[in-house]
């Protein structure tokens, strides 16, 4: 007769920031967003920082599934609404770190206005851009990130659309810092994203990540490992590299790095800084931080 | 749900003479609102310009968001953060509002809109007033939901309401509506803003119980699931999708049943408590007067030609526009030879009149299709030819 002995069960590692319940996610194999999500845990985790002082809002899409994942205070909204959702929270309460985790569909395609708005006040959230090229929650159709000839659902022939470049994008509207990287580029992910915790104002991380199921396979590229290496052999690391430079042709160069890194006061310092000046000591002022 | 006296540095207490749109802003922050995002739109934008105006010297925001989509969701964001929020707006703008609409409700996220009516569709008239929005802050954003939406005929009511407004929204966890109109909100009048001692304001009912036990979307008894603020340590997660107690997505139909019954019943059972409205003579009455808003001012001048040519009417002024008072409709169709119903629409409300009264009177119909307030002669030769 076998008496029960105690087996070892190794915790995941990943078990204190992520929804245990909600496991199996419904990533593709080959996918890259749970790669970025992977950094993103790493990097709150080598942070130090206060779980209970964390919130992530998502849009729609794939990417826009993480906010279910991760065991924080998380906001799964509507469509390309992510970051006006974003605004009210940090606003509601400034002592939170309120980062955006959303697609690039999701982010400059549907919610595009509220982007370029929220970087022009320099509202101070971070924001995780996933791109993926593709609008893959809906079947793969031509985004506003899609390169040029690609080949997508609702671009059966080939995209003639110009792309945006979303470093420029987000460089442009105002932005306190601005990263791009790869999936292949783990640690480099992490980096970003812990010296963006410590950074104020609008702060953008754009992550291109493999479409195994779609926009891979529309185009004849092969799986993920087969994406990783072209990440490999075509992306470049140019930390600073003006970001007019930065366009991503069909299966082209990618520039990636830290591109801008500047200091600014968000939305409520200088809403604060300025009452204050004008309107003296009537003024009472809001959700200033010790 | 807890009652609590309002917070004095939000309540200019004193008599004044303004606008309606002003006295929603006052409404707000009487009520504790210190979150408001919006976007211009006559003829509305004075609600905000006096937020905006007044907000420095209470602490709290004001954001000009880009959009009334935007301005929407931002209030969703800031009640998960603990905030009352509010916006106001008018037609257009409303059309844009209706996404996310469904989002606080779906999320059951309290929030306040102000929807100052002008005439549609479309651009319409910017300047002037309008009543056909009442079906749309109904039924607007998709799917199955309830909302709760009141409708001041003045000024002072517009304050009075607006307090009304946030109580109901913090109590049943429901985006509730402020259904003016241009002429109210532009109508100056006299505007009691009683002290902060007497004004009643509800507190959410906030969870207090083990962390690891909060589940958001669990019904208590009265209903109404507990709320937290995010930053609290809950670490909870709510979405837009359908979902069950945990907030957790479930995509079938047995948890779309338990959701969108959940988001409707605990409107509808609650009803008799939501329910306002100020009835006057309906009791030997040959024929009832249904309006609300600036039309039941209008209407009042018909009401009294027809007392004076000897006809028994009533009225009934909906204060609670939606949940629509159905049962007291009801009972006095049993009576009455008919209802006679002005809006400044083509027939909005007075569908619910038919559908309430259910064959045993006619909802007559008193059209304007916006622009400016009905003539009561005509209101009253409706009366009129109702009585015969």
């Given at each position: 007769m076998t008496k029960d002995v105690e087996r070892f069960e190794p915790k995941n590692p990943m078990e204190d920031f992520l929804r245990m319940d909600r496991i199996p996610h419904i990533w593709c194999s080959g996918c890259g967003i749970g790669v970025v999500l992977t950094s993103f845990v790493d990097a709150l985790r080598k942070s130090e920082i206060d779980l209970n002082k964390v919130a992530v809002v998502s849009g729609i899409g794939c990417t826009g599934r993480v906010a279910g994942y991760v065991k924080l205070d998380s906001y799964h909204s509507t469509h390309g609404r992510a970051i006006p959702f974003a605004t009210g929270l940090k606003l509601g309460n400034p002592e939170l770190q309120v980062v955006v985790f959303s697609g690039d569909?999701?982010?400059?395609?549907?919610g595009g206005n509220h982007f370029v708005h929220a970087a022009r006040r320099n509202m101070d959230i971070l924001v995780i851009c996933v791109n993926n090229f593709n609008y893959a929650m809906t079947g793969g159709q031509v985004a506003a990130t899609s390169p040029l000839n690609a080949n997508l659902s609702t671009a059966p022939y080939g995209n003639f659309e110009y792309p945006f470049s979303l470093p420029y994008l987000a460089d442009a509207c105002g932005a306190t810092y601005v990263a791009r990287w790869t999936c292949l580029h783990i640690r480099r992910v992490t980096m970003s994203i812990q010296e963006a915790f410590q950074r104020k104002g609008f702060r953008f991380i754009e992550v291109i990540a493999p479409c195994v199921t779609l926009y891979a396979r529309r185009n004849r590229l092969g799986d993920g490992l087969n994406l990783l290496k072209y990440y490999h052999d075509n992306s470049e690391i140019r930390h600073g590299a003006d970001t007019r430079t930065l366009d991503i042709g069909y299966q082209g160069k990618m520039i990636v790095g830290k591109f801008v890194d500047r200091e600014k006061p968000p939305f409520l310092e200088c809403m604060n800084t300025h009452l204050k000046k004008v309107l003296g000591d009537k003024y009472v002022p809001y959700g200033e931080q010790p | 749900m807890k009652k609590v006296k309002a917070d004095p540095k939000g309540v200019l207490t004193g008599a004044h003479y303004m606008d309606g749109d002003f006295a929603i802003a006052e409404g707000a922050l009487a009520a504790g609102c210190r979150f408001f995002a919006g976007y211009p739109i006559t003829p509305s934008t004075e609600t905000a310009e006096r937020f905006v105006e007044r907000i420095p010297f209470v602490g709290g925001v004001f954001i000009q968001m880009e959009d009334e989509i935007a301005s929407v969701t931002a209030l969703i964001g800031a009640s998960?953060?603990?905030?009352?929020?509010?916006?106001?707006?008018?037609?257009?703008?409303?059309?844009?509002?209706?996404?996310?609409?469904?989002?606080?409700?779906?999320?059951?996220?309290?929030?306040?809109?102000?929807?100052?009516?002008?005439?549609?569709?479309?651009?319409?008239?910017?300047?002037?007033?309008?009543?056909?929005?009442?079906?749309?802050?109904?039924?607007?954003?998709?799917?199955?939901?309830?909302?709760?939406?009141?409708?001041?005929?003045?000024?002072?009511?517009?304050?009075?309401?607006?307090?009304?407004?946030?109580?109901l929204s913090e109590t049943y966890r429901v985006p509730t509506f402020i259904m003016t109109d241009e002429c109210v909100g532009h109508m100056h009048e006299k505007v009691v803003i009683p002290p902060a001692d007497k004004i009643e304001v509800v507190e959410r009912k906030w969870y207090e119980g083990p962390k690891d036990k909060y589940l958001p979307y669990k019904p208590d008894k009265d209903m109404i699931p507990f709320m937290v603020k995010a930053g609290d340590g809950y670490r909870f997660h709510t979405t837009g999708l359908t979902h069950d107690e945990r907030g957790y997505p479930v995509i079938n139909a047995e948890c779309q049943d338990w959701c969108v019954r959940h988001l409707n019943d605990k409107i509808t059972k609650n009803a008799?408590?939501?329910?306002?409205?100020?009835?006057?003579?309906?009791?030997?009455?040959e024929v009832v007067v249904v309006s609300y808003g600036i039309t039941s001012r209008v209407a009042y001048r018909a009401v009294?030609?027809?007392?004076?040519?000897?006809?028994?009417?009533?009225t009934l002024r909906l204060i609670t526009v939606w949940p629509f008072p159905e049962k007291r409709i009801k009972a006095l169709?049993?009576?009455?030879?008919a209802f006679v119903v002005p809006e400044i629409n083509y027939g909005q409300m007075v569908l619910e009149v038919e559908r309430a009264a259910a064959g045993k009177a006619p909802a007559i119909h008193v059209p304007h299709c916006g622009g400016?307030?009905?003539?009561?002669?005509?209101?009253?030769?409706?009366?009129?030819?109702?009585?015969?």
């Amino acid at each position: 007769m076998t008496k029960d002995v105690e087996r070892f069960e190794p915790k995941n590692p990943m078990e204190d920031f992520l929804r245990m319940d909600r496991i199996p996610h419904i990533w593709c194999s080959g996918c890259g967003i749970g790669v970025v999500l992977t950094s993103f845990v790493d990097a709150l985790r080598k942070s130090e920082i206060d779980l209970n002082k964390v919130a992530v809002v998502s849009g729609i899409g794939c990417t826009g599934r993480v906010a279910g994942y991760v065991k924080l205070d998380s906001y799964h909204s509507t469509h390309g609404r992510a970051i006006p959702f974003a605004t009210g929270l940090k606003l509601g309460n400034p002592e939170l770190q309120v980062v955006v985790f959303s697609g690039d569909g999701d982010l400059v395609g549907i919610g595009g206005n509220h982007f370029v708005h929220a970087a022009r006040r320099n509202m101070d959230i971070l924001v995780i851009c996933v791109n993926n090229f593709n609008y893959a929650m809906t079947g793969g159709q031509v985004a506003a990130t899609s390169p040029l000839n690609a080949n997508l659902s609702t671009a059966p022939y080939g995209n003639f659309e110009y792309p945006f470049s979303l470093p420029y994008l987000a460089d442009a509207c105002g932005a306190t810092y601005v990263a791009r990287w790869t999936c292949l580029h783990i640690r480099r992910v992490t980096m970003s994203i812990q010296e963006a915790f410590q950074r104020k104002g609008f702060r953008f991380i754009e992550v291109i990540a493999p479409c195994v199921t779609l926009y891979a396979r529309r185009n004849r590229l092969g799986d993920g490992l087969n994406l990783l290496k072209y990440y490999h052999d075509n992306s470049e690391i140019r930390h600073g590299a003006d970001t007019r430079t930065l366009d991503i042709g069909y299966q082209g160069k990618m520039i990636v790095g830290k591109f801008v890194d500047r200091e600014k006061p968000p939305f409520l310092e200088c809403m604060n800084t300025h009452l204050k000046k004008v309107l003296g000591d009537k003024y009472v002022p809001y959700g200033e931080q010790p | 749900m807890k009652k609590v006296k309002a917070d004095p540095k939000g309540v200019l207490t004193g008599a004044h003479y303004m606008d309606g749109d002003f006295a929603i802003a006052e409404g707000a922050l009487a009520a504790g609102c210190r979150f408001f995002a919006g976007y211009p739109i006559t003829p509305s934008t004075e609600t905000a310009e006096r937020f905006v105006e007044r907000i420095p010297f209470v602490g709290g925001v004001f954001i000009q968001m880009e959009d009334e989509i935007a301005s929407v969701t931002a209030l969703i964001g800031a009640s998960w953060a603990g905030k009352k929020a509010m916006t106001v707006t008018s037609g257009p703008g409303f059309s844009l509002m209706m996404e996310n609409i469904g989002l606080a409700a779906m999320m059951e996220a309290p929030i306040v809109i102000a929807n100052v009516q002008r005439g549609g569709p479309s651009t319409g008239l910017p300047t002037l007033v309008g009543q056909q929005d009442m079906m749309q802050v109904r039924w607007g954003s998709h799917g199955d939901y309830k909302i709760i939406a009141l409708s001041p005929d003045s000024p002072q009511e517009c304050f009075d309401l607006t307090i009304q407004a946030f109580n109901l929204s913090e109590t049943y966890r429901v985006p509730t509506f402020i259904m003016t109109d241009e002429c109210v909100g532009h109508m100056h009048e006299k505007v009691v803003i009683p002290p902060a001692d007497k004004i009643e304001v509800v507190e959410r009912k906030w969870y207090e119980g083990p962390k690891d036990k909060y589940l958001p979307y669990k019904p208590d008894k009265d209903m109404i699931p507990f709320m937290v603020k995010a930053g609290d340590g809950y670490r909870f997660h709510t979405t837009g999708l359908t979902h069950d107690e945990r907030g957790y997505p479930v995509i079938n139909a047995e948890c779309q049943d338990w959701c969108v019954r959940h988001l409707n019943d605990k409107i509808t059972k609650n009803a008799d408590k939501i329910i306002k409205y100020e009835e006057e003579q309906t009791d030997h009455a040959e024929v009832v007067v249904v309006s609300y808003g600036i039309t039941s001012r209008v209407a009042y001048r018909a009401v009294q030609l027809a007392r004076k040519a000897g006809i028994k009417v009533g009225t009934l002024r909906l204060i609670t526009v939606w949940p629509f008072p159905e049962k007291r409709i009801k009972a006095l169709a049993q009576k009455v030879k008919a209802f006679v119903v002005p809006e400044i629409n083509y027939g909005q409300m007075v569908l619910e009149v038919e559908r309430a009264a259910a064959g045993k009177a006619p909802a007559i119909h008193v059209p304007h299709c916006g622009g400016g307030v009905h003539n009561p002669e005509d209101v009253f030769s409706v009366i009129k030819e109702a009585a015969k």
